[in-house]
């Protein structure tokens, strides 16, 4: 079946080879090739998600919210 999508190859050792290949059954993944592009997409998901919370919380430390003092220590008194 042809297709018009990029192909190439990737080399993995055992290990990964395997937690592929499980994540696939678990799944029920028709083929390598579709079990591999959803633990790309998934990644690269999880990724974009940590990028926007780091982001996040840096702009929360140049720009605390107002109202706080910036401590969180409330045993003082």
Do not use: C, W
């Not at 592009?37 to 940590?50: C, P, S, T």
């Amino acid at each position: 079946m042809a297709t018009d999508r990029p192909r190439y190859t990737v080399s993995v050792d055992n290990e990964l080879f395997q937690q592929i290949e499980d994540f696939r059954f678990e799944h029920r993944f028709q083929t390598r090739s579709e079990a591999t592009v959803e633990l790309i997409r998934l990644g690269l998901e999880a990724l974009k998600k940590e990028q926007a919370a780091q982001k996040q919380e840096e702009a929360l430390r140049r720009d605390p919210p107002a109202g706080g003092s910036g401590s969180d220590d409330s045993s003082a008194g």
